[in-house]
Nanobody
Framework: QVQLVESGGGSVQAGGSLTLSCTAS???????MAWFRQAPGKEREAVAAMYTDGGRTYYTGSVKGRFTISHDRAKNTVYLQMNSLKPEDTAMYYC???????????????????WGQGTQVTVS
């Protein structure tokens, strides 16, 4: 099994930037890594995902052009660079891996086996 730990959340003004990190245990990454978010009173939604083997990336429409998912294999870490942040980006952000669902896009949350505990992002 894989243990995931998120970091990098915080509070920023609209238009600002944050970079979230998700560090995996030494067992390594799954072939697919993803970021989800959930705001109070809202359904969980996929934000971004990537296949680490080939580097193919996927983004939900509301973050395209603003967010970038990437990974550093040497550090066992996946990143979510968030630019031009908006108040509607405020949510708890979760890292996930261990995907067993539809391949493209890999946005079926219930098909991810491993989840981090989340990191809060607040944009005002």
């Amino acid at each position: 099994q894989v243990q995931l730990v998120e970091s990098g959340g915080g509070s920023v003004q609209a238009g600002g930037s944050l970079t979230l990190s998700c560090t995996a245990s030494l067992i390594g990454y799954g072939s697919c890594m993803a970021w989800f978010r959930q705001a109070p009173g809202k359904e969980r939604e996929a934000v971004a995902a990537m296949y680490t083997d080939g580097g193919r990336t996927y983004y939900t429409g509301s973050v395209k052009g603003r967010f970038t998912i990437s990974h550093d294999r040497a550090k066992n870490t996946v990143y979510l660079q968030m630019n031009s942040l908006k108040p509607e980006d405020t949510a708890m952000y979760y890292c996930a891996t261990g995907y067993g669902g539809q391949w493209s896009p890999p946005f079926q949350g219930n098909e991810y086996k491993y989840w981090g505990q989340g990191t809060q992002v607040t944009v005002s």
